[in-house]
């Protein structure tokens, strides 16, 4: 069974950091690729960044690029989401999702095979 775990979310002043974690477990994603999404209060879920897990090429929404930086462990089978500089815009609830096979980058929900529960992260000005 695959899990996916998010954690290191919480309450954070704006400017500050934070460095979000996703811990799979029930298989490796070796020849796939994991993202982040998050969803705001009130709107929908968003793309956030994605990582082909063989050569950890990334690909990031325009509203994540410079503040954002997805990383990962093969070893620990891990994903890392750094948010640097936080904004108040950036509450929100964060998942990590993962896909079976990749066959190239896709920001698109439905392409993801597997969830996590999510980590929430509220920034106050």
């Known amino acids: 069974q695959v899990q996916l775990v998010e954690s290191g979310g919480g309450l954070v002043q704006a400017g500050g950091s934070l460095r979000l974690s996703c811990a799979a477990s029930?298989?490796?994603?070796?020849?796939?690729?994991m993202g982040w999404f998050r969803q705001a209060p009130g709107k929908e879920r968003e793309f956030v960044a994605t990582?082909?897990?063989?050569?950890?090429?990334?690909y990031y929404a325009d509203s994540s690029k410079g503040r954002f930086t997805i990383s990962r462990d093969n070893a620990k089978n891990t994903v890392y989401l750094q948010i640097n500089s936080l904004k108040p815009g950036d509450t929100a609830v964060y998942y990590c999702?993962?896909?079976?096979?990749?066959?190239?980058?896709?920001?698109?929900?439905?392409?993801?095979?597997?969830w996590g529960q999510g980590t929430q992260v509220t920034v106050s000005s």
């Open positions: 990582i082909n897990w063989s050569d950890g090429s990334t």
């Open positions: 999702a993962a896909r079976k096979a990749f066959d190239g980058v896709s920001t698109a929900q439905r392409v993801y095979d597997y």
């Open positions: 029930g298989r490796t994603f070796s020849g796939s690729a």
